[in-house]
């Protein structure tokens, strides 16, 4: 799984402001801790696929200690930009994995679009033509 630490501070209208050490242009906030925390995850998921889209890294996550909070991405979106870091390293243009998978451009963009829903097996084929598998554990949650 893919956690962010954020870190959520209580503002003087009874909201909460979250910020994020990983991701400084992450801002946002919610009523309670809860939609604080859900917001967070929109926001990182628009700044990632910001970040996709201009073919730019996505920080690694920092090391989350017992006190911090923290967001989790949606598996969904874990895959996709696993996808994308995995693209990145091999070198392999989208073009090139496209041609692979016998599959045109946009698709490969859809694979990578986190409002596209995409279908375990269609990611799979992806990791697979870069040389990778898809592991999944089930976990208790913490």
Known sequence: ????????????????????????D????????????????????????????????????SKIRAKDDFITLPLQTEMKVRL?????????KKSDLARKLGLHRQEIDRLLDFK?????????SAFAALGKQLKIEVADTP
């Open 26 to 61: 992450v801002i946002t906030f919610g009523d309670t801790r809860e939609k604080a925390l859900h917001y967070a995850i929109g926001a990182f998921r628009e700044m990632i696929a910001g970040r996709i889209h201009y073919k730019e890294p996505i920080p690694e996550p």
């Open 1 to 24: 799984m893919i956690r962010y630490r954020v870190k959520l501070t209580p503002d003087d209208n009874g909201t909460f402001l979250v910020t994020a050490p990983d991701f400084p």
């Open 116 to 124: 596209q829903s995409t279908s375990i097996g269609k990611l799979e």
């Open 84 to 92: 994308y870091q995995s693209l990145n390293e091999s070198g392999i």
